[in-house]
């Protein structure tokens, strides 16, 4: 089954402690995204990359690194989590954006 | 820069009512639209597409028709049932080099039996 699968789902951590939440598709997409999903903000995008040893900033990156070894993986990293960092993230993938995005379950991370 | 703007929810209907969720767009060029769904507890699926002026997207009954002279992509459907309860999201992406998606802020919907 085509899918992005992200791991955790659920995660509560305490400041400083730094974390990864993994992020790997199946379906040979070149061009993978984290957004973080906050209420009455909608979606921001956090990081990109449309390729192998590509990425780029979105719209809120600070805190936040990314890396792009392997085309099916984009873990998402926080080297040291604050409290404002508590939200819904999902990573998603595409072949190109006329196709749209497939997303991930979504991490629900808590920083304490 | 590019944006979208959705009606704010939450959007309460009965039962087998019209639906009409409004989406609005600025961008250079000729973008895509998207309008995705976000159930309970889930991530956002893609619902339906289209990718030039005048295409209509349809899915499950939704419908979305691209009007490029009124920058709108406007979400219908004839009578939702109580499983349409969910957020739906407007994006359209641009057709330059990043591919990025930009999204709308969400509108809820809530479908009383």
């Known amino acids: 089954e085509a899918q992005v699968t992200q791991n955790p789902r659920y995660l509560i951590t305490v400041t400083g402690k730094k974390l990864t939440v993994t992020c790997s598709q199946n379906?040979?997409?070149?061009?993978m995204s984290w957004y973080r999903q906050d209420p009455g903000l909608g979606l921001r995008q956090i990081y990109y990359s449309m390729n192998v040893e590509v990425t780029d900033k979105g719209d809120v990156p600070e805190g936040y690194k990314v890396s792009r070894k392997e085309k099916r993986n984009f873990p998402l990293i926080l080297e040291s989590p604050s409290p404002n960092q508590t939200s819904l993230y999902f990573c998603?993938?595409?072949?190109?954006?006329?196709?749209?995005?497939?997303f991930g379950s979504g991490t629900r991370l808590t920083v304490v | 820069g590019d944006s979208v703007t959705q009606m704010e929810g939450p959007v309460t209907l009965s039962e087998e009512a019209f639906l009409t969720i409004n989406c609005t767009y600025t961008?250079?060029?000729?973008?895509?639209l998207f309008w995705y769904v976000q159930y309970p507890g889930e991530g956002l699926q893609l619902l339906l597409k289209a990718t030039k002026a005048d295409d209509k997207g349809s899915n499950k009954g939704f419908e979305a028709t691209y009007r490029k002279e009124t920058t709108s992509f406007h979400l219908e459907k004839g009578s939702v049932q109580v499983s349409d309860s969910a957020v739906y999201f407007c994006a359209l992406s641009g057709r330059n080099r990043d591919d990025k998606i930009i999204f709308g802020k969400g509108t809820r919907l809530h479908i009383l039996p």
């Open positions: 998603a993938s595409s072949s190109t954006g006329d196709y749209g995005y497939t």
């Open positions: 961008a250079t060029g000729y973008p895509s």
């Open positions: 379906m040979n997409h070149e061009y």
